[in-house]
C-alpha cells in the first residue's frame, strides 16, 4: 500500500482509481490503473508525475495523449505503449474523452514478462506491438480490468526470469535500508563485481544503480517533506542521505523540476 501512495501523492490531481493485483504478483507488479474523465471542450490538462524507477504499460481505450520525459515528446499516442523508466518528471497531456488502464511494475519487476530487455525504454514512451498484449487490449474495452490483467499476467510470468528478477528485488529492497551505501560495500555484500552489477541494472531496472540511489534518496525526503515534522528543509537534507543543503537541492530541482521549499509550500496548500 506504501507504493501505492506514492504513486498517488505524485499524480492524485488527476483522480485515478488504484487495483490490486493478485497476491502471487504483488512482488513484481506495484498495481494496476485506471483513468476515465472527460475534459473541458478545447481544455486540455497536463499532470507531472514524479519518477519512482519504475516503469510501466499503458492501454489507451479512447483519445490519443501526449507525454513528455525530459526533452523528448511522444504525441497523439494511441493504443498500447510502454513506459520506460525514467530519471526526471514525465507529464502527461489529456484531452477529450479519456480512458487509460495501466500496469505500473515494481522496480524490477517488469523483467518477467517480457522478451527483450527493457534497457532500450529508459526515458522514452514508445509504441508496442505484440499480438497477445494486443488481445488485452481488446479484451479491457468490456471485461473486469483485474481478472483480465491476473489472468494474462499469471501466465505471462516467465519462470527463467525470476532467479535474476529476486535477486534484483532483494537488491532494490537493500537499497533502500541503506541509500548511501557505496558500490564497493554493495558489490562486496553481494558478491559481484562492478562490471556484473551495472549490467544487471541496465539490464533488469533501465537505470544505473547511481540514478536509483538518487531516486530514493528523493523519496525519502519527498516522505519527509509531506510528513511535515522537520524544523528545517536542511535538516531534511542531512537526514536524506544529501551531503549538504546546496546538494539537496540541487539533486531535488533536477529530478523533480522544482525546489523543496516550493514542493513543500504546494503539499501544505
Known amino acids: 500500500m506504501k507504493k501505492i501512495a506514492r504513486l498517488l501523492n505524485s499524480i492524485q490531481p488527476l483522480n485515478l482509481k ?19 474523465v472527460m475534459t473541458p471542450k478545447h481544455k486540455t490538462i497536463t499532470q507531472k508525475i ?14 490519443a495523449v501526449d507525454i513528455m520525459v525530459d526533452t523528448h515528446l511522444s504525441k497523439n499516442l494511441n493504443g498500447l505503449f510502454i513506459t520506460g523508466a525514467t530519471l526526471k518528471p ?24 517480457f522478451e527483450q530487455s527493457l534497457n532500450g525504454y ?13 488481445g488485452v487490449l481488446e479484451r479491457l474495452q468490456h471485461e473486469s480490468i483485474t ?6 499476467f ?22 533502500f535500508r541503506h541509500p ?35 531516486i530514493i534518496k528523493l523519496h525519502n525526503s519527498r516522505e519527509s517533506i509531506k510528513e511535515n515534522t522537520f524544523s528545517t ?8 542521505h544529501y551531503y549538504d543543503q546546496s546538494h539537496f537541492i540541487k539533486e531535488f530541482k533536477k529530478l523533480t523540476d522544482t525546489t523543496p521549499k516550493k514542493y513543500h509550500q504546494e503539499k501544505m496548500s
Not at 234 to 239: D, F, H, K
Request: glycine fraction near 6%.
Open 50 to 63: 514524479i519518477s519512482d524507477g519504475s516503469n510501466g504499460v499503458i492501454f489507451n481505450l479512447a483519445s
Open 180 to 214: 548511501s551505501i557505496s558500490k564497493d560495500e554493495l558489490c562486496t555484500q553481494l558478491s559481484i563485481s562492478h562490471r556484473q552489477l551495472e549490467r544487471k541494472f541496465k539490464e533488469l531496472v533501465g537505470l544505473s544503480l547511481k540514478q536509483i540511489q538518487a
Open 18 to 36: 488504484f487495483h490490486q493485483p493478485n497476491k502471487k504478483l504483488k512482488k513484481y507488479i506495484q498495481c494496476y490503473w485506471s483513468l476515465d
Open 90 to 113: 514525465t507529464y502527461l497531456t489529456i484531452r477529450d474523452r479519456t480512458k487509460l488502464i495501466g500496469v505500473r511494475f515494481n522496480i524490477g519487476g517488469s523483467y518477467p514478462f
Open 233 to 240: 528543509l536542511t535538516e531534511v537534507g542531512y537526514e536524506s
Open 154 to 175: 499469471l501466465e505471462r510470468l516467465m519462470p527463467h526470469k525470476l532467479e535474476q528478477t529476486d535477486w534484483m528485488l532483494e537488491t532494490i529492497a537493500l537499497l
Open 147 to 152: 481478472e483480465v490483467l491476473d489472468e494474462f
Open 122 to 134: 529508459s526515458d522514452r514512451v514508445v509504441g508496442f506491438e505484440d499480438e497477445a498484449w494486443q
